[in-house]
């Protein structure tokens, strides 16, 4: 299984960032795929999920309204469309696959991509 994250970037405050993840070696239809993030001396944390089979996603209170979560079947790739970026949005965000179970939890994804990083200055 391989988890291909890319997207990453230094932006300023108010602009956008795309982040994809490119999913190979698994049957998404199973999996829920998930966004999560890393601050430097934080603990990683959720940001949006979508279940690939029905389409159904969650989010972090913290970007409701602002992030984007969706899925391309053809291409095998989660996207996260991050608007209106704040200085706390910079992290390293990584991307995970979750057997059927749709969680805000690191310990309920079993595969993980390298993280890609995103900057934002203010």
């Known amino acids: 299984v391989q988890l291909q994250a890319s997207g990453g970037g230094l932006v300023q405050a108010g602009d956008s960032l795309r982040l994809s993840c490119v999913a190979s070696g698994i049957t998404l239809s199973y999996y829920v795929m998930g966004w999560f993030r890393q601050a430097p001396g934080k603990e990683r944390e959720f940001v949006a999920a979508v279940d690939w089979n029905s389409g159904s996603t969650g989010y972090a209170d913290s970007v409701k309204g602002r992030f984007t979560i969706s899925r391309d079947n053809a291409k095998n790739t989660v996207t996260l469309q991050m608007n209106s970026l704040k200085p706390e949005d910079t992290a390293a965000y990584y991307c995970?696959?979750?057997?059927?179970?749709?969680?805000?939890?690191?310990?309920?994804?079993?595969?993980w991509g390298q993280g890609t990083q995103v900057t934002v200055s203010s």
């Open positions: 995970a696959a979750s057997f059927r179970r749709m969680s805000a939890t690191t310990r309920d994804y079993q595969y």
